[in-house]
T-cell receptor, first 112, second 114 residues
Framework: DSGVTQTPKHLITATGQRVTLRCSPR?????VYWYQQSLDQGLQFLIH???????AKGNILERFSAQQFPDLHSELNLSSLELGDSALYFC???????????FGSGTQLSVL | AQSVAQPEDQVNVAEGNPLTVKCTYS??????LFWYVQYPNRGLQFLLK??????LVKGSYGFEAEFNKSQTSFHLKKPSALVSDSALYFC????????????FGSGTRLSIRP
């Protein structure tokens, strides 16, 4: 168990809908990273938050947004969902930028 | 912009033989380098990292990696492979001087045959 909790584990929804993925980092970790893993594109960096502030952005679509709350949990919001958004979404946390990432078990999103 | 490449989609090795999983990187400054392993239906798990110092880094489960600055490589190695090493391996890089994003390679599937 990595100590990073992601909910829900599975999510099935329809095109055009909006979903929220939740991540609770390890106790004491201030950094939260979001990644999208798909078969054809590997593990894609989406966004990084540190202590509530956005620190780096990857190729995150405008339909996607994220935030980190004062209690350090983070949410990834995906809207106007398309079939191509079907993927495994991982959250990871760390103490600092040179430290290892601890990954959650992921949220499997299926858009039908 | 930082990037990382894993040139092999799959590596096949016989149990007991040495294994190497290749990784090359590109950053504008000095890198932080990492290796992670992913087992089926699981999140990624940390194996080892290079920040500074000795070019040979030792990690979990008997794995090690060699940092080569001139070749911008960080290959993962193990002297004697086990069937249980079969998994998906990812190299990752962060540019110390750049933004705080950590970029992962496309992954290499390691298959160890008995």
């Amino acid at each position: 168990d990595s100590g990073v909790t992601q909910t829900p584990k599975h999510l099935i929804t329809a095109t055009g809908q909006r979903v929220t993925l939740r991540c609770s980092p390890r106790s004491g970790d201030l950094s939260v990273y979001w990644y999208q893993q798909s078969l054809d594109q590997g593990l894609q960096f989406l966004i990084h938050y540190y202590n509530g502030e956005e620190r780096a952005k990857g190729n995150i679509l405008e339909r996607f947004s994220a935030q980190q709350f004062p209690d350090l949990h983070s949410e990834l919001n995906l809207s106007s969902l398309e079939l191509g958004d079907s993927a495994l979404y991982f959250c990871a946390s760390s103490v600092g930028p040179s430290e290892k990432l601890f990954f959650g078990s992921g949220t499997q999103l299926s858009v039908l | 912009a930082q990037s990382v490449a894993q040139p092999e989609d799959q590596v096949n090795v016989a149990e007991g033989n040495p294994l190497t999983v290749k990784c090359t990187y590109s950053v504008s400054g000095n890198p932080y380098l990492f290796w992670y392993v992913q087992y089926p239906n699981r999140g990624l798990q940390f194996l080892l990292k290079y920040i500074t110092g000795d070019n040979l880094v030792k990690g979990s489960y008997g794995f090690e990696a060699e940092f080569n600055k001139s070749q911008t490589s960080f290959h993962l190695k193990k002297p004697s492979a086990l069937v249980s090493d079969s998994a998906l391996y990812f190299c990752a890089v962060r540019d110390i001087a750049g933004a705080s994003k950590i970029i992962f390679g496309s992954g290499t599937r390691l298959s160890i045959r008995p």
